[in-house]
């Protein structure tokens, strides 16, 4: 079975900075769609980033940006200028044929 | 457009109880799915639906039943609750499956006594 592995439960960031967080997953599958989601304290699941893993290119939505390295299994979320508001639980998911795992999540503190 | 409603927002059951869990969405999506959430775990699938008429199990099945009699409607049923079963259970809708970006009902806090 798939596995997913967020090894920071824990980030914390000054206001402005720069973080990553990181993820790493475990598949024999060829074919399959990596997430990152937020989940802030309204319990609301929020989209972040997605990328496709037949595309080499990192995915990047405005101050987000992901490296993904497909052979070592690993799909990491780099945030940029943080805000305030970019604080909450970070979760880290796969999607593949018949199946969506979630990480255990990190939770992001921002200092301001 | 009221994207992915779920009802009711929070419950306590006793053991032994059957319910309901209610999940609607109004954007034609042919792809729901239901994930409890448990502190410390993420979300995990429970049941999955790629249309009406058609379910399957995902990495969490056993004590809940699904069905999909429409598009629009994919209700979660507790048979028997059991204490194991308290979390917060989270209804999403894709238009379809893959890359398509998922949307997350608020979710429903469920505890059993």
């Known amino acids: 079975a798939q596995t997913v592995t967020q090894s920071q439960p824990e980030m914390s960031v000054q206001e402005a900075e720069t973080v990553t967080l990181s993820c790493t997953y475990d598949?024999?599958?060829?074919?399959?769609?990596l997430f990152w989601y937020k989940q802030p304290p309204s319990r609301q699941m929020i989209l972040v980033i997605r990328?496709?893993?037949?595309?080499?290119q990192n995915a990047t939505e405005n101050r987000f940006s992901v490296n993904f390295q497909k052979a070592a299994k690993s799909f990491s979320l780099k945030i940029s200028d943080s805000q305030l508001g970019d604080a909450a639980m970070y979760f880290c998911?796969?999607?593949?044929?018949?199946?969506?795992?979630f990480g255990a999540g990190t939770r992001l503190t921002v200092k301001p | 457009n009221a994207g992915v409603t779920q009802t009711p927002k929070f419950q306590v059951l006793k053991t032994g109880q059957s319910m309901t869990l209610q999940c609607a969405q109004d954007?034609?999506?042919?792809?729901m799915s239901w994930y409890r959430q448990d502190p410390g775990m993420g979300l995990r699938l429970i049941h999955y639906?790629?249309?009406?008429?058609?379910?399957d199990q995902g990495e969490v099945p056993n004590g809940y039943n699904v069905s999909r009699s429409t598009t629009e409607d994919f209700p979660l049923r507790l048979l028997s609750a059991a204490p194991s079963q308290t979390s917060v259970y989270f209804c999403?809708?894709?238009?379809?499956?893959?890359?398509?970006?998922?949307?997350f009902g608020p979710g429903t806090r469920l505890l059993v006594l």
């Open positions: 598949t024999s599958e060829s074919d399959y769609y």
């Open positions: 999403a809708s894709s238009y379809k499956w893959g890359v398509e970006t998922q949307y």
């Open positions: 990328q496709e893993a037949y595309k080499q």
């Open positions: 998911a796969y999607r593949g044929i018949n199946d969506m795992r």
């Open positions: 954007m034609n999506h042919e792809y």
């Open positions: 639906s790629v249309g009406a008429g058609i379910t």
